[in-house]
């Protein structure tokens, strides 16, 4: 596959309202519209010059229920129909107010107390009050779906009014406001989601028969309602006329499911769609002279590491503290740029580009051949050795692994490692033997679970990552104790602090190499304005506007 290097980040910042959630400062007259065709058979050529937008998405979901959503491209409909106490407006920013107004953590960092804006109604009428907070988070987190690990510091929630929220921590949590903006923590109309078989009780797994009513519309206080949902098909969101708050000028999203970027790049390049969002490094070639097209390109928080086992028993040789800096040293980091495509990034380190605290990129001239075999040689092995690489069939962002482990084969042999690709598949054994840390040395990817650095202390000795990795606590007690420092500094500057001595500390040492960031392609009709790549949400709907 053709691939070209441009490392480069995309800024996407913009403003946003300061009376709602989804809206930007610029987003016009909710009212200027000029009349969308009703039938669900629209295409963008259709809407050409209307205010109806057409976007294509990827599929592999079966459920727009908020409390269950977890897969990639849910939250492009969860953003757009309902509104969470906080808000990611950028790509590269901290979490933001949105339904909350104000909010303040005890001294202790147990007690997250959160005051309410004022005026939210949901798109049934119905004011917001904290009763529906406590309802929704309690909800995610009584269904047991895959979401609900969100909550697991939440112990209790207590509503002394009806515009206060007091979340009960069971320890210091630094990303709980991260956690508060992901999909399915949205807050939902209580009542009317009640109404059709809802509950937040403890026993809401097996109570809870809400899901067919939230999967043909919805119940938030969002920007839009949605009105259709085909699966596999098709998804229609029209503009809540309800809506509390400051709205854009897009009155209607037909959104296709066409979850082949070949298709994509056709129906964009033809006018039959205006936001394509399964772009690869090949299709956005294809689109580079097509009118009125833009593409962005730009880096996900999705990461490819190297892994190599600090048990000797399944790692041999690169369980070697000075084996593992000679690789760090052997890996041409722009030649895996190139592989994986334009937007790629190397992180700094664990930390990725546009989180909170990271330390930035680590720069492709690292690579040091020479200083590589010197290192080999102090280590013992002056001649190099042999050793197998396992590596799964699975793909990063479309990158396939094994592309990766071909790649990582290529340069060690620079410095006399001659590594066998050894393929398994990930349900045929792979699997279990990366989450039970019995693999020697591998190539993997790293998925964000929410949008805060946190999630990545778990590559830290004594995590879950770090464990896979047989690197225990016990072999850096002064770098494992930084997880808990971590997630204490609910205060963003002693917390930044903190994150870039974990990134210090495991530039050059441990079990884990970052190699590369994913990148993201998005193509786009240039009739629209604030179309950006997003990792929280892969599209914010509600901060395009048709120009």
């Given at each position: 596959m053709k691939k070209k290097l441009l490392a480069m980040t995309l800024c996407l910042a913009m403003a946003f309202s300061c009376v709602a959630c989804g809206g930007s400062k610029e987003s016009g007259d909710a009212a200027a519209t000029t009349g969308a065709a009703e039938a669900t058979g629209e295409t963008a050529a259709d809407a050409s010059g209307s205010n109806t937008v057409v976007v294509a998405m990827g599929g592999g979901f079966s459920t727009l229920d908020p409390g269950y959503v977890y897969e990639k491209y849910p939250p492009v409909v969860v953003t757009a129909c309902y509104e969470n106490l906080f808000k990611f407006y950028t790509n590269d920013g901290a979490p933001e107010p949105c339904l909350a107004d104000t909010y303040e953590f005890s001294e202790d960092g147990l007690t997250?107390?959160?005051?309410?804006?004022?005026?939210?109604?949901?798109?049934?009428?119905?004011?917001?009050?904290?009763?529906?907070?406590?309802?929704?988070?309690?909800?995610?987190?009584?269904?047991?779906?895959?979401p609900s690990f969100m909550t697991e510091t939440i112990e209790s929630i207590e509503t002394p009014d009806e515009s206060t929220v007091v979340f009960h921590l069971t320890q210091a949590d630094s990303a709980i406001l991260s956690k508060l903006t992901y999909s399915a923590l949205a807050v939902l109309d209580s009542a009317v989601v009640k109404e059709n078989g809802g509950t937040d009780a403890a026993d809401a797994a097996t109570a809870d028969t809400a899901q067919a009513y939230l999967d043909t519309t919805s119940a938030g206080s969002g920007m839009y309602i949605m009105t259709s949902y085909i699966p596999d098909d098709e998804i229609i969101l029209e503009k809540n006329p309800n809506y509390w708050g400051e709205g854009t000028n897009v009155d209607k999203y037909i959104i296709k499911i066409q979850p082949d970027a070949n298709t994509q790049m056709m129906t964009l390049s033809m006018g039959d769609v205006d936001v394509a969002l399964n772009m690869t490094d090949d299709t956005i070639a294809e689109l580079e002279s097509v009118e009125n097209v833009e593409i962005l390109n730009a880096a996900t928080k999705t990461v490819g590491f190297v892994m190599m086992n600090m048990n000797e028993t399944y790692g041999g040789p690169v369980s070697n503290p000075k084996v593992q800096q000679a690789i760090r040293k052997a890996i041409d980091y722009a030649g895996v740029q190139m592989i994986c495509g334009q937007g790629t990034l190397t992180p700094y380190d664990i930390i990725q580009v546009g989180f909170m605290g990271s330390k930035g990129e680590r720069k492709t001239d690292y690579t040091n051949v020479e200083e590589a075999k010197k290192l080999l040689a102090e280590a013992g092995y002056p001649n190099g050795f042999d050793i197998d690489l396992t590596v799964t069939d699975l793909d990063m962002e479309g990158i396939l692994l094994t592309d990766l482990a071909q790649k990582l084969k290529d340069d060690l042999a620079q410095i006399g490692i001659n590594a066998n690709i050894?393929?398994?598949?990930?349900a045929a054994g792979y699997g279990d033997a990366y989450r039970d840390g019995t693999l020697g040395f591998t190539v993997?990817?790293?998925?964000?679970?929410?949008?805060?650095?946190?999630?990545?202390?778990?590559?830290?000795?004594?995590a879950v990552v770090g464990l896979r990795a047989g690197w225990t606590a016990e072999m850096n007690p002064e770098l494992a104790a930084?997880?808990?420092?971590?997630?204490?500094?609910?205060?963003?500057?002693?917390?930044?602090?903190?994150?870039?001595?974990?990134?210090?500390?495991?530039?050059?040492?441990?079990?884990?190499?970052?190699?590369?960031?994913?990148?993201?392609?998005?193509?786009?009709?240039?009739?629209?304005?604030g179309v950006a790549i997003s990792d929280p949400y892969a599209l914010d709907l509600t901060l395009i506007n048709v120009k």
């Open positions: 997250l107390t959160v005051k309410l804006k004022d005026g939210v109604t949901f798109a049934s009428g119905n004011k917001m009050t904290s009763a529906d907070v406590a309802f929704s988070i309690n909800h995610c987190k009584n269904l047991q779906g895959n050894v393929a398994q598949p990930w993997m990817y790293w998925g964000i679970d929410y949008n805060d650095p946190n999630v990545q202390l778990e590559f830290l000795p004594g930084m997880y808990q420092e971590t997630m204490n500094a609910t205060d963003n500057d002693a917390r930044i602090a903190i994150l870039e001595k974990i990134q210090d500390a495991m530039y050059e040492d441990g079990p884990f190499v970052m190699i590369a960031q994913a990148p993201a392609h998005i193509g786009y009709n240039t009739r629209l304005d």
